[in-house]
């Protein structure tokens, strides 16, 4: 089981260790007396916070430290190898999983019991059994490649970051991969924001048979070349022509299409699917997955993993599993349905170590499942399994009729393009035609408009006259490139070779930590910091945070793993360029911000040049401080959100996104009439409005000026009313028995005064605290709580 406050034994057992208390918990329930599971609760050694770790002088080796906190847990891991016969180390199949196996075997090394790997692709009975029977040694390979990673990462954080404390200003931090994909997120916006709209007329139109049955179909061809219609007036003209002539069918042409079913999830695939059909964010994607996958309690059955190892980049199924596949599809819908599935992709970058994701047992139905699931569960869930059962289905066969009409000049001709299903497939289960072509779009620059179907008459004959009872033009305006979501950016960085299953869902929660991103309507924005950054690692280190470079160094990270490079070859191969680099710029740095910048009209020597502070920037002399002129830039404020959240104080404001020295946080938009503030976490959840202290008649010990009382996660506590120039404390448990019953009936009557305040909604519904404020503006918009763009706007011009 799980580490705890009592320290277990393992006496003449076999240890196994995994990384989570959940999973040890779900292993647990299928091993007898013979075995004890502990678990390691992640890594426990990892390279020092405050130094970069490496050994320059000698190959640059790693130098670990056991992580602040998990002492303890070293030590239990020591007693219970010295008490145990074997030890069996069950961290996850993927390189860090090897990593964290490689450091706990290093650690439980002088207890002199044989020390072996054990990997498991589910959390199944049967799965866990066979693993056991089949243990092998730690892979050092896989070490080594997790061991480059974190030294690649390593490098850029400790040898760019503090070029960016020169250049912009401290506290910014730059990364290998997240680097790469703000320059894609930023070059996208440049390319939105320099597209000039052309427009464009179209023209549809209304046509009836003899027998009364009305179609709809698009003139696509005038004079036998392609429609363009640029204006108003040539729509006016040629619709002019159009209703003065008379129409006929043309061409019926009928072909029938098979469309294949979807390949199984890869993480890639999942998180994507997620983001589109559910909404979901790839962090809370894989921390839901991550449940699905370690064990849900199903009532007496205990706690059972629902999916199969949720980062992968394979779409291979086992045999077994398409077994069980057929046998259910089969049962549930005839031997027509059954299909042999898609051939797993063979993608160099793929590195196959395990099976798509996929349900554990395809008769474990999400209906079946769904009393033991939260909602948030029970979705992805019901994706995964969906997915799964489609993967190994038949195709369906529709049935494709193409309508021409032209005129009896045949000058225009207007096409209708109809659609029949004739036999579901898979589709019987996994219908979701917008995430199929999502999927198969090549490129993640446009959002594409499929031809529209339409209802085609039952009876419709060759040169048969049509009536034309209406015609309708259309004004559009071509768009600009698709602005990044969150499942557009993954399919991007999968489509370039950047990052691995285990990586896509940091890459966009770390930009958005360090304020270089934001969320609008589920749209991915760089923010002026996010820019301003972007601008200047591009102009400084061109060669570095690019995307062939970047995919280049993972395709080096698989070569280590498969013993074809060496370690300190692919950092040499990184650093020793960074180096050259970085000599060259740090006195010299490119800040293409400045560009043209103009002579100071104080001192008429500096040049008003752009300066960051964690604020904002401004414009300041270079001759700073000889000459302290600044000026202040308009566009340096940032925007502040509309959230739709009413104030839970004062009732007429709304709570707004805003930007702070340390970090967001939201505000009541009647400050300052109203200042109430509400604090965002690291996930950027709301956190509760804190109790007010009470204040007692207890003296500080330090400074003997009066002692709050406040509730924590341990019970009440007493601090210092002065904090933090005192930072004083009285512990609870020494107080007199009458003296803490005392204050605990005052603490009960002040909390009765302040309950805990409730966040609505403007329309009176609960905010829903377990999602995080991007989430809760996204459902916010589309319910029309908040303004309109066009009001939003004037908001910013007027502020």
Same mark, same amino acid.
């Given at each position: 089981m799980a580490s705890s406050s009592a320290t277990p034994s393992a006496k003449n057992k076999t240890l196994i260790v995994v990384e989570s208390p959940s999973k040890a918990k779900t292993i647990n329930k299928y091993l007898g007396n013979d075995y004890k599971v502990f678990a390691s609760v992640g890594h426990i050694k990892d390279l020092p916070k405050k130094e970069i770790g490496l050994d320059f002088d000698h190959h640059y080796e790693p130098r670990y430290e056991i992580i602040a906190g998990k002492e303890k847990v070293v030590r239990q891991l020591k007693k219970l190898s010295r008490e145990a016969n074997e030890i069996l180390i069950a961290t996850d199949p993927d390189r860090e999983g090897e990593a964290i196996?490689?450091?706990? @075997?290093?650690? #439980?090394?002088?207890?002199?019991?044989?020390?072996?790997?054990?990997?498991? !692709? *589910?959390?199944? =009975?049967?799965?866990?059994?066979?693993?056991?029977?089949?243990?092998?040694?730690?892979?050092?390979?896989?070490?080594?490649?997790?061991?480059?990673?974190?030294?690649?990462?390593?490098?850029?954080?400790?040898?760019?970051?503090?070029?960016?404390?020169?250049?912009?200003?401290?506290?910014?931090? @730059?990364?290998? #991969?997240?680097?790469?994909?703000?320059?894609?997120?930023?070059?996208?916006? !440049? *390319?939105?924001? =320099?597209?000039?709209?052309?427009?464009?007329?179209?023209?549809?139109?209304?046509?009836?048979?003899?027998?009364?049955?009305?179609?709809?179909?698009?003139?696509?061809?005038?004079n036998g070349r392609d429609v363009s219609i640029p204006n108003e007036r040539e729509a006016v003209a040629t619709a002019e022509a159009i209703m003065s002539s008379l129409f006929g069918v043309h061409d019926i042409s009928s072909r029938e299409q098979q469309r294949k079913p979807p390949s199984a999830f890869t993480t890639s695939l999942l998180q994507q699917a997620a983001s589109n059909q559910l909404g979901f964010g790839s962090k809370k994607t894989m921390r839901i997955a991550q449940q699905l996958y370690e064990g849900i309690e199903l009532g007496p059955d205990g706690a059972t993993g629902l999916i199969t190892y949720m980062r992968t980049d394979s779409t291979r199924i086992s045999n077994e599993a398409a077994a069980q596949a057929r046998s259910y599809i089969e049962e549930q819908f005839g031997a027509d349905y059954c299909g042999e599935g898609r051939k797993p992709r063979s993608d160099k970058k793929a590195q196959d170590a395990h099976e798509a994701v996929r349900p554990t047992s395809v008769f474990r139905t999400p209906r079946a499942m769904k009393a033991y699931l939260t909602a948030e569960q029970y979705k992805l869930y019901e994706l995964v399994w969906k997915r799964f059962v489609a993967s190994r289905m038949s195709a369906a066969r529709i049935e494709q009729t193409r309508v021409d009409v032209t005129d009896h000049e045949q000058r225009f001709l207007f096409r209708a393009n109809g659609s029949k299903l004739l036999f579901p497939g898979f589709l019987s289960v996994y219908s979701d035609q917008k995430e199929l072509d999502y999927e198969a779009r090549k490129s993640t620059r446009d959002d594409e408009d499929k031809e529209q179907v339409v209802q085609l008459p039952k009876e419709l004959k060759l040169n048969e006259k049509l009536d034309l009872k209406k015609l309708d033009k259309k004004q559009s305006f071509t768009r600009p490139p698709a602005r990044y979501t969150e499942a557009s950016l993954v399919k991007e960085l999968d489509n370039y070779g950047i990052g691995r299953p285990s990586t896509y869902a940091a890459i966009f929660s770390t930009l958005q930590d360090r304020r270089y991103v934001e969320l609008q309507k589920r749209k991915i924005i760089p923010t002026e910091l996010g820019r301003d950054v972007s601008t200047i690692l591009v102009a400084n280190f061109p060669d570095l945070f690019n995307v062939s470079f970047t995919a280049k160094m993972e395709d080096e990270l698989d070569r280590v793993a498969a013993g074809k490079d060496e370690y300190e070859e692919v950092l040499d191969s990184f650093y020793k360029p960074l180096e050259n680099a970085l000599s060259e710029r740090k006195n010299d740095p490119v800040l293409p911000q400045n560009k043209g910048a103009e002579v100071c009209d104080k001192c008429g020597k500096g040049r008003m040049v752009v300066k960051w502070t964690s604020s904002g920037k401004f414009l300041g002399c270079s001759e700073y401080p000889k000459c302290k002129n600044i000026k202040p830039l308009a566009s340096s404020r940032p925007k502040a959100r509309h959230t739709g959240i009413s104030c839970p104080v004062c009732g007429d404001g709304e709570m707004v996104l805003r930007d702070g020295r340390f970090g967001p946080f939201l505000a009541c938009s009647n400050y300052p009439k109203c200042n109430t503030i509400l604090n965002l976490d690291k996930q950027r959840r709301i956190q509760p409005m804190k109790t007010p202290p009470l204040e007692t008649d207890l003296p500080c010990p330090k400074c003997g000026a009066p002692l709050y009382l406040r509730t924590g996660k341990r019970g009440l506590w007493l601090g210092c009313s002065k904090f933090p120039k005192c930072r004083g404390r009285q512990a609870w448990g020494q107080l007199e028995e009458d003296t803490r019953t005392r204050w605990e009936a005052a603490m009960d009557q002040h909390l009765a005064a302040h309950p805990q305040v409730t966040l609505k909604m403007k329309d009176g519904s609960p905010v829903n605290m377990q999602l995080s404020i991007d989430e809760i503006i996204a459902r916010a918009e589309e319910q029309g709580l908040l303004p309109a763009e066009e009001e939003q706007e004037k908001e910013r011009v007027t502020s």
């Open positions: 196996a490689w450091h706990i @075997a290093n650690e #439980v090394e002088e207890s002199r019991k044989p020390v072996r790997r054990i990997l498991f !692709n *589910e959390i199944t =009975k049967n799965a866990v059994r066979d693993a056991i029977s089949e243990p092998r040694q730690i892979d050092y390979r896989l070490v080594r490649s997790q061991q480059t990673r974190q030294g690649l990462d390593k490098i850029v954080g400790y040898k760019i970051s503090p070029f960016l404390w020169n250049v912009v200003f401290r506290g910014l931090s @730059a990364g290998r #991969v997240q680097s790469v994909a703000l320059r894609l997120i930023c070059e996208r916006e !440049n *390319e939105v924001e =320099k597209f000039e709209p052309r427009e464009y007329w179209t023209l549809f139109a209304d046509f009836t048979t003899a027998s009364g049955e009305t179609f709809s179909a698009k003139l696509v061809k005038i």
